[in-house]
């Protein structure tokens, strides 16, 4: 685990403090859906061949469902599973009553059109907000009911940055007319985090592989989103004096020998945190929010789903 320095651990904006936070919330909504209902917000998770990584980060999301009292079902797939099996298995969760949330883990194997997979996941139970109805909302409105999960949680960060129960905290924090600057443009994480900022009434530039003079940007942000795929790619030098910084990637990095290796985000840490009023750190920054807001999607969905049915009960 890194390290900090004394004159740095007040900028770390902890994530794995704010996930916890939102997990007793979740765990509370959990509870009162579940005595209403009968059952608990139900998640299904679909895992196509054998990536370690995968696996890690489903049996994560597994073992956190349980821990909130929220039914997980898992459905694991050869490499070489069809694309037919998998519409199967999907119309089949899309119908149940029991399940409210449908994640199909990426990446998947190649021969699989996952855009394709992904739209074919029904709109009120995508939790993973990549659906296009879920996408259009967002952009449309700057809001939809599942939102893309690493986005929704770096909100929820800079949201901490504004409460002063955190120690990085400061009720003077505030969103709307900052100058953000989002590094990465994928339909994941880019493209929403720069929708949810605007919403916020930030001026939004985004960077990318072909912008020119990045540095340039950077020297105007009042908060930095990295999210570009390159371990310790922003450095302290081209930052703004007491930016924010949010940190999403999360890379692998090999030291002297094969069995050292550690977890780098997309920013070098050191520099940057000299520079920056607030930082998150990788690990233990927005990784932690990406799961959290996982459920919290699988919760929103299984109460808009609920109300939905009991309205048309009534109806009828």
């Known amino acids: ?3 900090f320095s004394t004159s740095n651990v007040n900028k770390i904006i902890d994530g794995r403090l704010v996930a916890k936070q939102t997990r007793s919330r979740i765990k509370r909504q959990v509870t ?7 059952r608990g917000p139900g ?14 980060y489903v049996l994560s999301k597994t073992n956190t469902c349980r821990r909130l ?22 119309d089949y969760l899309n119908s149940s009553s029991n399940i409210d949330g449908i994640l199909v883990q990426l990446p998947l194997a190649d ?67 900052k100058h953000a600057v989002v590094i990465g443009r994928s339909d994941i994480v880019g493209k929403p985090m720069a929708a949810l900022l605007l919403a916020n009434n930030c001026t939004v530039t985004i960077c990318h592989s072909r912008t020119k003079d990045m540095e ?20 302290g030098e081209w930052l703004k004096p007491g930016c924010t910084v949010i940190d999403v990637g999360i ?31 990788v690990p233990g920054g927005v990784g932690p ?17 609920h109300i939905k049915n009991r309205v048309e009960a009534d109806l009828n």
């Open 69 to 90: 009292g929220m039914p997980s079902f898992q459905y694991n797939f050869p490499t070489n599973v069809r694309e037919k099996e998998l519409f199967q298995t999907l």
């Open 289 to 305: 929010m990406t799961i959290a807001m996982l459920l919290q999607n699988t919760v929103n969905s299984a109460w808009s789903r």
């Open 251 to 281: 890379n692998k990095v090999e030291g002297s020998s094969p069995k050292d290796v550690k977890l780098v985000g997309d920013v070098h840490f050191e520099s940057c945190a000299e520079v920056a009023g607030r930082i998150t750190p």
């Open 111 to 177: 021969h699989l059109d996952e855009d394709k997979i992904i739209q074919y996941i029904s709109p009120n139970k995508d939790v993973d907000g990549l659906n296009l109805q879920n996408v259009g909302a967002l952009y449309h409105w700057g809001d939809a009911p599942l939102k893309a999960c690493t986005p929704a949680g770096v909100m929820k960060l800079l949201d901490s940055c504004g409460d002063p129960f955190y120690s990085w905290g400061d009720e003077e924090f505030k969103l709307s007319g």
């Open 32 to 38: 009162e859906f579940t005595d209403m209902t009968g």
């Open 43 to 56: 998640l299904a998770v679909l895992l196509v061949g054998n990536r370690p990584d995968s696996a890690a």
């Open 216 to 235: 340039k940007h950077l020297k105007m942000a009042d908060i930095v989103v990295a999210a570009v795929g390159r371990a310790n790619f922003v450095r």
């Open 1 to 3: 685990m890194r390290r």
